[in-house]
Structure formats: structure tokens, C-alpha cells
């Protein structure tokens, strides 16, 4: 009888991320992965209970490098840290599709209790109505981008986004507080 193959948990991971950047987490299968990992399924379920159980951790490893990417400060002193994050999130909705549909286009990962949780990890003083809608908006052109619905050059993405920013922030400012919801 062979000797039974032992892969580490984390080249697991790492695997499933490269199959899953390239072609999309649903693509990945038990058989498809032993397969890119030249051994059998078997060490695969050792490592994980489920293929679910390693969804998680692909998903962990996707939030990770989305957020490691949008917290890097701005590679030039002209933009501003807050729409440097957005148009790093933009760009990558566009490099890394798939990525992005598990991160934000699927049922996997954490669930927020409000829109303005998502407020609470900003690193820069900005009002919390302000963020939450300026991301909103963000969201909404790197699911544009990453759906291929159009093409949008970086240079018009990143004057949306300037606008947008702008135009929650004068709002809130003209109507004292803007939302109910907020604390």
C-alpha cells in the first residue's frame, strides 16, 4: 500500500485560492483540486471537514488581500487616503473578478448588522453617513466593472467617485446629521 499523501492546510488554501481566482470558487471541486494538487481527494477532506469549511477559508484569505490592498496608503500625495481606498477597490473588482464575486457578490462571509459597521474599520476620520454612502456607490461601479456590464476608464472612475464623495458630503452637511439611523 502507498504511503498516504500529506498536504499542509495552508497549501490547500492557497491552491483552492489560485483555482478560485481563476476561474471562480463554484468551479472548484474536491476532484478538481486533488487534481491540481497531484494526489487524491483525500487529504483534502483530512484538512476539511467539507468543501464549505474550505470556502470559509478562501473567503478569509480574499478579505485579507482586499483589505491589506484598499489600507495601503496613497502611492501619491494628491489622493486623498479615503478615495485611494475606493479606486483600489474598484481595480480590484476588475483585475480579480473572481475574487470579488466571492467577497461581495455571494452568500459566504460575515454578514454586517448595518451598512454603518462597515464605518467602524475606515482609518481616517470621515462621517459615517458620508462613507456609507459614497461606498455605496463605490459597490456599485466595481460591480459595473466586474460584471463587464461597461467599460469605464480609471480616470472617469476616479472622477465619480471625487463627485460623489463631495455631493454625500454636502448633502449631510446642508441637512445637519443626514440619516435617522445613524448613532
Given at each position: 500500500?502507498?504511503?498516504?499523501?500529506?498536504?499542509?492546510?495552508?497549501?490547500?488554501?492557497?491552491?483552492?485560492?489560485?483555482?478560485?481566482?481563476?476561474?471562480?470558487?463554484?468551479?472548484?471541486?474536491?476532484?478538481?483540486?486533488?487534481?491540481?494538487?497531484?494526489?487524491?481527494?483525500?487529504?483534502?477532506?483530512?484538512?476539511?471537514?467539507?468543501?464549505?469549511?474550505?470556502?470559509?477559508?478562501?473567503?478569509?484569505?480574499?478579505?485579507?488581500?482586499?483589505?491589506?490592498?484598499?489600507?495601503?496608503?496613497?502611492?501619491?500625495?494628491?489622493?486623498?487616503?479615503?478615495?485611494?481606498?475606493?479606486?483600489?477597490?474598484?481595480?480590484?473588482?476588475?483585475?480579480?473578478?473572481?475574487?470579488?464575486?466571492?467577497?461581495?457578490?455571494?452568500?459566504?462571509?460575515?454578514?454586517?448588522?448595518?451598512?454603518?459597521?462597515l464605518a467602524k474599520h475606515v482609518p481616517v476620520p470621515i462621517d459615517r453617513?458620508?462613507?456609507?454612502?459614497?461606498?455605496?456607490?463605490?459597490?456599485?461601479?466595481?460591480?459595473?466593472?466586474?460584471?463587464?456590464?461597461?467599460?469605464?476608464?480609471?480616470?472617469?472612475?476616479?472622477?465619480?467617485?471625487?463627485?460623489?464623495?463631495?455631493?454625500?458630503?454636502?448633502?449631510?452637511?446642508?441637512n445637519k446629521g443626514g440619516s435617522a439611523y445613524e448613532t
Amino acid at each position: 500500500m502507498p504511503p498516504k499523501v500529506k498536504i499542509p492546510r495552508e497549501a490547500i488554501i492557497e491552491k483552492a485560492f489560485e483555482l478560485t481566482k481563476a476561474y471562480g470558487f463554484e468551479k472548484v471541486t474536491a476532484r478538481f483540486l486533488a487534481s491540481e494538487l497531484k494526489c487524491s481527494t483525500q487529504p483534502v477532506f483530512h484538512a476539511f471537514r467539507n468543501m464549505e469549511e474550505l470556502k470559509e477559508e478562501v473567503y478569509k484569505k480574499t478579505q485579507k488581500l482586499f483589505e491589506e490592498t484598499m489600507l495601503q496608503q496613497p502611492s501619491d500625495t494628491e489622493t486623498p487616503y479615503f478615495l485611494s481606498m475606493g479606486l483600489k477597490y474598484v481595480e480590484l473588482a476588475q483585475k480579480e473578478k473572481n475574487l470579488f464575486r466571492l467577497l461581495c457578490m455571494s452568500d459566504s462571509g460575515t454578514r454586517l448588522e448595518s451598512l454603518y459597521d462597515l464605518a467602524k474599520h475606515v482609518p481616517v476620520p470621515i462621517d459615517r453617513g458620508v462613507f456609507v454612502k459614497t461606498w455605496i456607490f463605490t459597490h456599485g461601479i466595481a460591480t459595473i466593472v466586474s460584471t463587464n456590464t461597461t467599460n469605464i476608464a480609471p480616470e472617469e472612475i476616479r472622477q465619480l467617485l471625487i463627485e460623489a464623495c463631495a455631493g454625500f458630503k454636502l448633502y449631510h452637511n446642508e441637512n445637519k446629521g443626514g440619516s435617522a439611523y445613524e448613532t
